[in-house]
């Protein structure tokens, strides 16, 4: 399993970010795609994730503010984020996993290479 975020940068308080995730030789007992963010000095914690059926779920901070798509002709998983707050500036990781029958997702061990968001106050 090959996963690759993509779509960081610098935007200030208030606008919008969208991170793109290109996934390769995900299994069939994979069926989604999480997203994670981890701040400096912070702890890795879970943004939300998408299923292949593109079923999604989110963290309580995420809701409302941030949005997952995804295209699977290409096999790429989308979180646009708006509203977008210093509070968010973190690297953002992409992660395989699978989405449980209540819409719990486990994770796997199987991440991207992170990409930086930095907002600006």
């Known amino acids: 399993v090959q996963l690759q975020a993509s779509g960081g940068g610098l935007v200030q308080a208030g606008g919008s970010l969208r991170l793109s995730c290109a996934a390769s030789g995900v299994t069939s007992g994979l069926n989604a795609i999480g997203w994670y963010r981890q701040a400096p000095e912070k702890k890795r914690e879970w943004v939300g994730a998408i299923t292949t059926g593109g079923d999604t779920t989110y963290a309580d901070f995420a809701k409302g503010r941030f949005s997952m798509s995804r295209d699977n002709t290409n096999n790429t998983v989308y979180l646009r984020m708006d509203s977008l707050e210093p509070e968010d500036t973190a690297v953002y990781y992409c992660?395989?996993?699978?989405?449980?029958?209540?819409?719990?997702?486990?994770?796997?061990?199987?991440w991207g290479q992170g990409t930086l968001v930095t907002v600006s106050s």
């Open positions: 992660n395989a996993g699978s989405m449980l029958g209540n819409m719990n997702y486990l994770s796997y061990n199987y």
